[in-house]
T-cell receptor, first 113, second 116 residues
Framework: GNSVTQMEGPVTLSEEAFLTINCTYT??????LFWYVQYPGEGLQLLLK???ADDKGSNKGFEATYRKETTSFHLEKGSVQVSDSAVYFC????????????WGAGTKLIIKP | GAGVSQTPSNKVTEKGKYVELRCDPI?????LYWYRQSLGQGPEFLIY????????DSGLPNDRFFAVRPEGSVSTLKIQRTERGDSAVYLC??????????????FGQGTRLTVV
C-alpha cells in the first residue's frame, strides 16, 4: 500500500540556517506529492505540491523536487526565519489510494533567533 | 464562507456520550473529507463524500462512527458511545474534485475532541 515516511522531529535550527526535511514515499501508481504546514493554533495549509516526476514545487522560499528514482520529495529552504516555526507534513495522493491524502507523521521545526 | 469551517472548535464529553461534529465546506466544493489526527501523528483518513454520498468510508474505525452530508454541503460526523481512545483532533477538508490527484484540499482548523 501507499505510505509516506518523513524525518522525525523536532528539528531545531538558528535563524538563516539551511533547512532540509526528508520525505520518502511508497506508491504503486503515479502520485501527486504535497507539503502541508501547520502553524501553531492554525489549520493545515498547503505549502507546495508537485504532480509528476522532476516537477519542483515552490512557495514562500521553500522548494521540493519530485524524485521518482529515489521516491523522495525533500523540503528545503535556504534561509529559515523564526516565523517558519511550525509542523510540516509530507503527503501523497493518487488513484490507488482512492484519492485520499496519505500522510507522514509530521516534522516539528523550531527556529531560534 | 471563505474557508472550511468546523464547529465546535473544542468539545469535552464524558465517556459513553454521543457527539456530533460539524463541517461547513467551501462553497461549490463537491468533495468533502474527514480525517482524525492524534497527537504527534499525521492525519488519518476516515471518510469522504462526493456530493451527498459517502464514496469511501473505509477509514471509519468501527460502527460507532457515522457521517452524513444530506444536501451535499454541510457534513456531520457522529460518534456514539464515545471512548477515551476517540480523543483526537477531527479535521475536515474540501476540494473541487476528488478524481484528480493534483487537486488541493482545503482544511478547517479542526475540532479537538476530549473524552473524559
Amino acid at each position: 500500500g501507499n505510505s509516506v515516511t518523513q524525518m522525525e522531529g523536532p528539528v531545531t535550527l538558528s535563524e538563516e540556517a539551511f533547512l532540509t526535511i526528508n520525505c520518502t514515499y511508497t506508491a504503486t501508481g503515479y502520485p501527486s506529492l504535497f507539503w502541508y504546514v501547520q502553524y501553531p493554533g492554525e489549520g493545515l495549509q498547503l505549502l507546495l505540491k508537485a504532480t509528476k516526476a522532476d516537477d519542483k514545487g515552490s512557495n514562500k522560499g521553500f522548494e521540493a523536487t519530485y524524485r521518482k528514482e529515489t521516491t523522495s520529495f525533500h523540503l528545503e529552504k535556504g534561509s529559515v526565519q523564526v516565523s517558519d516555526s511550525a509542523v510540516y507534513f509530507c503527503a501523497l495522493r493518487d488513484m490507488d489510494s482512492n484519492y485520499q491524502l496519505i500522510w507522514g507523521a509530521g516534522t516539528k521545526l523550531i527556529i531560534k533567533p | 464562507g471563505a474557508g472550511v469551517s468546523q464547529t465546535p472548535s473544542n468539545k469535552v464529553t464524558e465517556k459513553g456520550k454521543y457527539v456530533e461534529l460539524r463541517c461547513d465546506p467551501i462553497s461549490g466544493h463537491t468533495a468533502l473529507y474527514w480525517y482524525r489526527q492524534s497527537l504527534g501523528q499525521g492525519p488519518e483518513f476516515l471518510i469522504y463524500f462526493q456530493g451527498t454520498g459517502a464514496a469511501d468510508d473505509s477509514g471509519l474505525p468501527n460502527d460507532r462512527f457515522f457521517a452524513v452530508r444530506p444536501e451535499g454541503s454541510v457534513s456531520t460526523l457522529k460518534i456514539q458511545r464515545t471512548e477515551r481512545g476517540d480523543s483526537a483532533v477531527y479535521l475536515c477538508a474540501s476540494s473541487l474534485l476528488w478524481e484528480a490527484a493534483n487537486t488541493e484540499a482545503f482544511f478547517g482548523q479542526g475540532t479537538r475532541l476530549t473524552v473524559v
